[in-house]
């Protein structure tokens, strides 16, 4: 069973679970299913409302966060550094994280986000690291707003193009293939950009 059918099946709450679970388990591929829920939004096939959507995944995102920011408080490095690599927390990463995070707390929250594994592990270092909670909420509501938004907005605007293209296809074919390499070339700058800004690289 995928996680888009998840998602499909139980709705709103599948994707509020699977998103939190992204956290924990490390395997749910967090982009991946927010841009095909994003497509789906827009089919109206299964009734998903686009704005219901964000929200539920943010709340969900959120809410996986703010529980492995919990373990990472409670129970410390030494208790993740020896179960960590049941849920693909291995030392190198545990390490490589807590560089960043000691570099500059707040950004490190907004703009890893956008890397895969290295967002699910900061939270942890953010309990370690016993950031106050009036600063972590914040910062982690609005990184988590922005984080979904972006993949299910891209998603629709996607499906949109794609919708667009099909019944046009003679005027918008060129273009919308243009369209869509810029978005991909797009975003792969970003996901560069954004490894240069937190240097994550493994000669560290």
Same mark, same amino acid.
């Given at each position: 069973?995928?996680?888009?059918? $998840?998602?499909?099946?139980?709705?709103?709450?599948?994707?509020?679970?699977?998103?939190?679970?992204?956290?924990?388990?490390? &395997?749910?591929? @967090?982009?991946?299913?927010?841009?095909?829920? /994003?497509? =789906?939004?827009?089919?109206?096939?299964?009734?998903?409302?686009?704005?219901?959507? !964000?929200?539920?995944?943010?709340? @969900?995102?959120?809410?996986?966060?703010?529980?492995?920011?919990?373990?990472?408080?409670? %129970?410390?490095?030494? %208790? &993740?550094?020896?179960?960590?690599?049941? &849920? =693909? *927390?291995?030392?190198?990463?545990?390490?490589?994280?807590?560089?960043?995070?000691?570099?500059?707390?707040?950004?490190?929250?907004?703009?890893?986000?956008?890397?895969?594994?290295?967002?699910? &592990?900061?939270?942890?270092?953010?309990? $370690?690291?016993?950031?106050?909670?009036?600063?972590?909420?914040? %910062?982690?509501?609005?990184?988590?707003?922005?984080?979904?938004?972006?993949?299910? *907005?891209?998603?629709?605007?996607?499906?949109?193009?794609?919708?667009? !293209?099909?019944?046009?296809?003679?005027?918008?074919? !060129?273009?919308?293939?243009?369209?869509?390499?810029?978005? %991909?070339? /797009?975003?792969?700058?970003?996901?560069?950009?954004?490894?240069?800004?937190?240097?994550?690289?493994?000669?560290?």
């Amino acid at each position: 069973m995928g996680f888009e059918h $998840i998602a499909t099946t139980y709705g709103y709450t599948g994707v509020f679970v699977l998103l939190a679970l992204e956290y924990v388990i490390l &395997i749910v591929p @967090g982009e991946t299913l927010l841009t095909t829920l /994003g497509v =789906f939004s827009h089919t109206n096939q299964i009734h998903f409302n686009l704005p219901l959507m !964000i929200v539920s995944a943010s709340l @969900g995102t959120f809410t996986g966060s703010m529980l492995t920011y919990l373990i990472g408080r409670t %129970v410390g490095r030494p %208790v &993740i550094q020896k179960f960590g690599r049941y &849920i =693909f *927390i291995t030392e190198k990463r545990l390490r490589k994280t807590e560089r960043l995070f000691q570099r500059q707390a707040i950004w490190t929250l907004i703009i890893t986000k956008y890397i895969a594994v290295i967002r699910d &592990i900061i939270p942890y270092i953010t309990g $370690i690291n016993k950031l106050r909670l009036k600063i972590y909420i914040p %910062v982690q509501l609005v990184a988590s707003f922005l984080w979904t938004s972006t993949f299910l *907005i891209a998603g629709n605007l996607l499906e949109r193009a794609g919708a667009s !293209i099909y019944h046009h296809w003679r005027l918008e074919l !060129i273009p919308g293939v243009l369209l869509m390499i810029g978005v %991909v070339i /797009g975003y792969r700058l970003m996901h560069k950009r954004m490894h240069s800004l937190v240097d994550i690289s493994d000669e560290e």
